[in-house]
């Protein structure tokens, strides 16, 4: 992988950026999420009073253990859901689409029996697009290299 550029929406300048621990489950298990799509980070950011996309250079260290899903799978949403119920994985850097709101409650909906796996896929394909890269390790965040912050 060559050098990318990617966004973190924030509401405030990152120029340090940390592995976030908090109660909270995500995704891709704690670390520090950005995305390639600058829109995504930019409805991010919207949340807060105070929006800011944080801009970062990425040159992935390929040392690092690194899992990336290309498209939304049957492994993908399996792992979402283990890290979501708190498992704890050994990537430095994970890689894939993000279970939105709308699609987290679709997971949130299986995991309850209220949809099957089927019914799922059916509703989580016609989603727009998302990404998200999450650097889970101190090492992985060595490959980010910080460019600017703009508040929108």
Not at 34 to 52: L, N
Not at 116 to 130: D, G
Request: with cysteine; aromatic share 14%; glycine share 6%.
């Amino acid at each position: 992988m060559g050098k990318m550029t990617v966004y973190h929406g924030s509401y405030t300048t990152i120029e340090h950026p940390d592995i976030v621990k908090g109660r909270n489950t995500k995704d891709f298990g704690p670390g520090f999420y950005c995305t390639v799509i600058r829109e995504q980070a930019q409805r991010w950011a919207k949340r807060y009073s105070t929006p800011v996309v944080n801009v970062y250079t990425v040159r992935m260290d390929t040392s690092l253990k690194i899992l990336e899903y290309r498209e939304m799978t049957e492994e993908w949403l399996d792992f979402i859901i283990a890290c979501r119920h708190g498992e704890i994985h050994n990537y430095d850097i994970v890689i894939g689409a993000m279970a939105n709101d709308q699609i987290y409650n679709y997971i949130a909906d299986y995991m309850e029996g209220i949809l099957t796996r089927e019914q799922f896929w059916m509703m989580a394909k016609f989603k727009y697009p998302t990404h998200q890269i999450n650097f889970c390790t101190q090492s992985a965040l060595k490959c980010l290299e910080f460019v600017a912050s703009e508040s929108i």
